[in-house]
């Protein structure tokens, strides 16, 4: 990398920490390319570098004839997505006909795959990760020798308590159980805590694995309202835990899939204290939680549980090392339940890509890698953003997540959001349509678009394609339903 790259990227750095730091503030000016130049005694191709590559990850805007400013949350220009649940809802499984299942479509071999639920790999170190697969496959035979299967291999249960104290907070090593994945970390968290015919409460629009699991285990929902800015309204959670019976909650806090929010810090600590007093264990899944934009690590309602309430789902598969499948649940006070049934399913979770993980944690800079990755990931998030924002028609609304790599986008009223998947899959474009994260199809006028793909002219050319189909749905929707 030239040394002039250097430059520009090291102050586009310094600039992103004086804004996320609060320094900078929305509206502020930034000095002018010439001024700026003259102050970092570089040219002003370096400043305008700086500037676009700024002005790419959304952080700030030029305004003509006038320079460059910090941008607030401005949702690329559009507006804030609604929430469609309006009050509780109580929903039986098994008197459903189906819940969707439009996974195979998500997840497939499309071209352009803006559906799918995963990160575009090459943002991982997959090198680094397989020369230490390779490494210490040999090892496997001594780790297996010290190693109780069921809870996963020693030095990785240590590395995740050490992670939980570098994010701010004690979680005993004890009860850490490694799993094949989130999946498996939410699917056996559902089964310690939930019998057939229980209810668990769900936030929605929600992770659509998270109802798969749930109908697979005959169990049933309640799907709370939830706004997309700040989550789950913590007094109506009080007043239905007051009114109804319920196993448990499966919420996400951090980096909310599909909405973005990240709870704020009292309202985990409320949600947690709420969930105490009704005696209700809360299903944590906080796979996304290191991929959260901000300048600070953010922590889980986990940090706020003196009970043992909070079953804590992680993953590496986003932060890390996709395709791997290693998760973990800290399972509070019911990790011998999770044991059990770890022993009654799989026994154990495969120990080389444990080991691999293990030692990249050990040998290497974790926060470094994170810190590029979020990076280039709000970069990419707000590209997408823009593009929509360019190519769909008004009346289009669309999320800023706080996190990771997806948008959810309310589309205007009417428009049928299978009817784009169905023409959008007849194109090789994958998206995924709102039904599919409820229980009962809600979410028909919305979609989510995983924005984690590096930008190209080609994508822009699919958000385009995109914006004309929703714009010729929209036009063919029955008036009544354009309200
Ligand atoms: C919100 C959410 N939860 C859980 C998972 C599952 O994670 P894993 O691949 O570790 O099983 C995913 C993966 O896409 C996800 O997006």
Redesign the pocket.
Known sequence: VSTEAHRYAAIAEAISDLIRGGSLQAGDALPSVRSAALQHRVSKGTIVSAYSTLEARGLIEARPQSGFYVRGRLNAGLAVPRSEIKYPKVVRLDQQTQVRDALGDLCGTHATSLGS??PDPSLYPLDVLGRALVANVRSTEAALAGTDLQLGLPQLRRAIAQRYLELGYVVPVEEIVVT?????A?SLSLQAVAQKGDFVLIDSPT?F??IQLIKQLDLNVIEMPTDPQEGLNIGLLDQTLSTHRVAACLL?TNCH?PLGFSMKEERKQALVEVLCRHDVPLIE?D??SELHFGPRHIRAAKAFDENGMVLH?G????SLAPGF???WVAAGRYVSRIVNRKFATTLGTSIPPQTAIAHYLKNHSYDRHLRSLRRELQTRVNEMSQSVARNFPAGTRITTPQGGYVIWIELPPGTDSMALFEMAVSRHIGIAPGPIFSPLGSYRNFIRLNCSHNWSSKLEETIKWLGSAVSEIAAAAPAESRI
């Open positions: 639920s995963f094949c994945g989130g999946t498996e939410i992770f694995s998270g996400m899939n899944n796979v996304n789902c993953s590496f598969t986003k499948k290693i998760g």
